[in-house]
């Protein structure tokens, strides 16, 4: 049985999807992009580094909502506006996501929304 994840702390759900949703074991988080949190209206003032640490801030704090850690992400997907900011995002990336690293996949697009530099969305296993 599948189940909405919305939690306290996490940007609302811009459009018609949730902020998360779980699957059995798997719980899968939607694209986030670094929202402000105060403001979720606009994104934080900073560089894809930045982005990418509000990004996995947010996505923490959807996988804590179902009792689940960044040590429990299996795959993540990340896109980027630039690859010139892949290095920047990696930084941060290998920072916060232990080893075994999940699997991964970056697709560099034409744009993301609100002009974003990083979006990423994940799967976890509870």
Do not use: W
């Amino acid at each position: 049985m599948k189940y909405a994840i919305n939690g306290i702390g996490i940007p609302e759900a811009h459009g018609p999807y949730s902020q998360g949703t779980t699957a059995g074991r798997l719980v899968f988080a939607s694209g986030q992009i670094a929202y402000d949190p105060d403001d979720d209206t606009r994104l934080i003032d900073g560089d894809a580094r930045e982005q990418t640490e509000r990004i996995i801030d947010i996505i923490e704090t959807i996988l804590q909502t179902v009792d689940c850690t960044l040590a429990d992400v299996a795959q993540t997907t990340v896109y980027l506006a630039n690859l010139e900011d892949m290095e920047a995002m990696n930084d941060v990336y290998a920072r916060r996501f232990v080893q075994p690293a999940p699997a991964r996949a970056v697709v560099a697009v034409s744009a993301l929304p609100m002009g974003a530099l990083v979006e990423m969305d994940c799967v976890a296993c509870r």
